[in-house]
């Protein structure tokens, strides 16, 4: 699986759109994007993936850049619920096993 | 979505005691379920996938005789901790896939078990 950067921490105010990016420059041709979220002691919950086009689901938008070597996560009115740790993770299938990395910590203020 | 639940969701053990964690897939059978662990701030990671009628695949440097996995059935698949040690103390948390959906990009995961060992 592709190697995956993202920022460690991000803050946004409440009811503003929420942008999370991430890098994956050495992602292959086979791969797809995968955004999942991890709230404080609770198991991991799917976002949403992408491969090339860009996505939309009614969580959030996936935006994959034409190279795809980066790509954005785009919850569009976050909450206080949304505060969360979100993983953005490069994989063939989620049929294999899922690499996490270290993730973004997004905290949405009041 | 699918449902996948852990039990117990806490347990404190003494050391040198072994502790079984169970995850089973509540509204769909999995054929392939994946037991994660996870440090105090660190990220999740893998211990071994487990199948359903066959050995779990353990990751590299994951005790396989420490950390037993059973798969039984498509919808249990259970960890035990053998001789747990504090330093075995950790969010433990399982996943499953849902093939029968078509969504097999999708894993569904588990609340997660919080080990304590004294």
């Known amino acids: 699986d592709a190697k995956t950067t993202q920022p460690t921490s991000m803050d946004c105010a409440e009811g503003r759109a929420a942008n999370l990016p991430c890098n994956h420059s050495?992602?292959?041709?086979?791969?797809?994007v995968y955004w999942y979220r991890q709230i404080h002691s609770q198991g991991p919950q799917y976002i949403i993936h992408?491969?090339?086009n860009n996505e939309t689901n009614e969580m959030a938008s996936l935006i994959i850049t034409e190279d795809r070597k980066s790509s954005t996560l785009i919850l569009p009115h976050a909450t206080l619920r949304d505060t969360a740790v979100y993983y953005c993770i490069a994989a063939v299938g989620s049929a294999r096993q899922l690499t996490f990395g270290s993730g973004t910590q997004l905290t949405v203020l009041p | 979505g699918a449902v996948v639940s852990q039990h117990p969701s806490r347990v404190i053990c003494k050391s040198g005691t072994s502790v079984k964690i169970e995850c089973r897939s509540l509204d769909f059978q999995a054929t392939t379920m994946f037991w994660y662990r996870q440090f105090p701030k660190q990220s999740l990671m893998l211990m071994a996938t487990?199948?359903?009628?066959?050995?779990?695949?353990?990751e590299q440097g994951v005790e396989k005789d420490k950390f037993l996995i059973n798969h039984a059935s498509l919808t249990l698949s259970t960890l035990t901790v053998t001789s747990a040690h504090p330093e075995d103390s950790s969010f433990y948390i399982c996943s499953a896939r849902d093939p029968s959906k078509g969504r097999d990009y999708e894993q569904y995961f588990g609340p997660g078990t919080r080990l304590t060992v004294t």
């Open positions: 992408g491969l090339k």
């Open positions: 050495t992602i292959s041709g086979n791969e797809y």
């Open positions: 487990s199948n359903e009628g066959s050995k779990a695949t353990y």
